[in-house]
């Protein structure tokens, strides 16, 4: 597989020929914000139009289009609209050293502010491209964008130069500003199908096919989420930790639960992916619960545990874990302190399954 521009994307089918579209008719937009889970694919993406957009190769073949005959639109196959690769721009952008591709960061890690806003992108703007017709900026992490830093990115957005485009990277809308959402192209990631995760995981990673299948299974459509599965060695550690506290929960009083919370405080980096686990048990168990299934079952290993469970809660306090869970999350992403997040969490479920019994 070639491991640049659009053709390096795992599924995502549709936002690629939509952003194939908008470079072969002339039609980018100024802003896109791709949505979707952490290592859903948004920053392949985002990499993979950058590198179109600059590419030298896909330039003059705009070009040539638009000065034919016709002197009409481009239009050029989708093959043509991705980024050649072997370019001056396409190395540079390989090696994330292109002057005219800015990555913004950020020094606190749950904060984008305002004058890193204005420093990386509002203070250069107006400078023309350094080599290219564009100037593209990509915001990871967007959600973490303070008002303040939302507010100063509306200006360039409201009205920028016409070689920038600005990329925004998030997990949600939600913690954006309507006034940033309404001057957006809003494009979201959906699940890639198992098949496509199972079949990269064997040819690209050599993975056996019972490894490939279980990843795939795990990973619910997040090819990045397999992939760092498959190479991570410390993952398998953590999912059967994940396990162990779901087994034990019911035994553990006030004490082992805040000890807990500070054990995961460690993991801290790796909490999306165990809350993820998380959640991915209780939809077994929910699973199993209705159908008795276990073909359709994630952790298929674990059974008897999955039976044994579903069998010992309700619907009702599996729709509260379930909701807890999400509370969890917008907790943790509104930097509540986390302890205390894990501990109500941990409280809610161990509560939620003993008055099931």
């Keep these: 597989m070639n491991d640049f521009g659009f053709r390096s994307v795992i ?21 896109y914000l791709l949505t979707g889970d952490a290592l859903s694919g948004k920053r392949t993406i985002a990499d993979a139009l950058a590198a179109a957009l600059l590419c030298d190769t896909v330039r003059q073949r705009l070009q040539a289009e638009a000065s034919g005959p016709s002197a ?10 991705d980024a050649c690769g072997i370019c001056p721009s396409c190395k540079k952008a390989r090696s994330r050293n292109h002057p005219d591709i800015i990555y913004v960061t950020h020094e606190k890690p749950a904060v984008i502010s305002v004058q890193e806003i204005r420093e990386q992108v509002v203070g250069t ?21 303070n008002v303040q830093a939302q507010n100063a990115l509306l200006k360039t957005i409201e009205e920028p130069p016409a070689y920038v485009v600005v990329i925004l990277l998030s997990v949600t809308q939600e913690a954006l500003l309507p006034t940033i959402l309404s001057r957006c192209v809003k494009l979201t990631l959906l699940p890639v199908p198992d098949r496509l995760i199972r079949r990269y995981l064997e040819e690209e990673l050599k993975l056996p096919d019972y490894e490939a299948g279980k990843l795939a299974a795990f990973a619910q459509g997040n090819v990045g989420r397999a992939k760092e599965a498959a190479l991570d060695p ?29 054990t995961l405080k460690e993991d801290k980096a790796h909490i999306d992916e165990i809350l993820d686990m ?18 359709s079952l994630i952790f298929r290993d674990e059974f008897s545990l999955v ?4 069998e010992a809660v309700s619907y009702g306090t599996l729709h509260h874990i379930f909701s807890e869970l999400d509370r969890a999350r917008v907790r943790l992403l509104a930097n509540v302190n986390f302890e ?3 501990e109500n969490l941990l409280f809610a479920v161990k509560e939620g399954m003993e008055r099931s019994r």
């Design 125 to 145: 703007a107006g400078i023309l491209p350094y080599e290219g017709g564009r100037k593209v900026y990509i915001i990871p992490d967007a959600e973490k964008m």
């Design 340 to 342: 205390l997040t894990m």
């Design 72 to 81: 009409g639109p481009a239009e050029l196959s989708d093959g043509e609209t």
């Design 234 to 262: 410390e993952a398998e550690e953590r999912r059967n930790n994940t396990l162990d506290i779901l087994k034990r929960i019911g035994g553990m009083d006030a004490a082992r639960i805040a000890e807990t919370a500070r």
């Design 307 to 310: 039976r044994s469970t579903a």
């Design 278 to 295: 998380m959640l991915m048990f209780f939809r077994d168990v929910f699973l199993c619960k209705a159908s008795g299934d276990e073909s």
């Design 11 to 31: 599924g995502h089918g549709d936002v690629i020929r939509h952003l194939k579209r908008a470079i072969r008719t002339d039609h980018v937009n100024h802003a």
